[in-house]
């Protein structure tokens, strides 16, 4: 039984990350979208919403469970009982904050492992922090996230 952690901050989850659950589901028996509580940035959207919106986003996929979580991504992976994080690619860019937070995890608990993923091409430009912007200046957001987001993003931005 192959458990994964596919963890981020999701805020808000874009298609892009939808990109990367949908397939990583598809390799691992079960997926956890871990979505972290406390992040240095102010997120727009509480914990609370973000969980609810991955979890509309994804409810047709039958292996994939949505948890909160706080403090260390290891800790969250031993709790969990999993032994993989995934995580997407889009960009050269990516690269070396990706490798220094996987050797370090891998520091902390040499039992994990992490997977890269290599986003889409359609979606390899797409950031949380571009929709954003783009939807506070009322520009269309309907491609780039999940229906439930436009609506949320909608909400918050009245
Ligand atoms: O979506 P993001 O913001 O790129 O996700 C980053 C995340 C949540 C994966 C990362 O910040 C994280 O794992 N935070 C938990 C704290 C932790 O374990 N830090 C040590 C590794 S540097």
Redesign the pocket.
Known sequence: MLRAIY????DPVTLGHMDIIKRSSKIVDELIV?V?KN?A?TPLFSVEERVRMLREATKELKNVKVVEFE????DFAKAMDAKVVI?GLRAITDFEYEL??TQ??HK?EPDVETLFLTTSIEYSFLS?TTVKEVATFGGDITQFVPKVVVKAIEEKMK
């Open positions: 963890p981020g901050s999701f871990g972290l992040n940035k403090g260390l991504l290891v995580r220094q937070m370090t995890n902390l949380s």
